[in-house]
């Protein structure tokens, strides 16, 4: 983890969401992490109220092109969750979901689903 790692210390948030969920008063939110000195990337996710299973995905896709792979992945009911570390020089993107909608951008879901842009 990238606290046991010293990571944390320069880490900054590159992009983050929220999903929207009707029927709590506290919304899921996700960030993508990013340390200079580590030269890595994390997702955190945070969940303080849910009323369904919320489900977390962080992808990786080699630098030079190739197939996305699931780097870490986490369904939560409530509570933090955060994933491993990967390599900066990959492409990644972190995902989150609930209500049983696909985390995948291209099918409006009215913010039940949310993906960072490939970073």
């Known amino acids: ?15 983050g969401f929220t999903l929207n969920d ?3 008063s506290a919304q899921p939110h996700g960030d993508l992490w990013y340390s200079p000195t580590c030269r890595a990337m994390w997702a955190d996710f945070n969940v303080p109220q849910a009323s369904t299973l919320i489900s977390a995905q ?9 197939m996305n792979q699931l780097a870490a992945s986490s369904n939560l009911s409530e509570g933090n969750w955060t994933s491993s570390m990967v390599d900066w020089q990959q492409s990644v993107k972190f995902c989150g979901s609930h209500k049983g909608t696909d985390p995948d951008m291209d099918l409006p879901s009215g913010g039940y689903n949310a993906c960072t842009a490939w970073r």
């Open 58 to 66: 962080l992808w990786t896709q080699p630098e030079y092109g190739g």
């Open 22 to 24: 009707p029927d709590v």
């Open 1 to 15: 983890m990238a606290a046991a790692q010293g990571c944390t210390a320069d880490a900054f948030v590159i992009v």
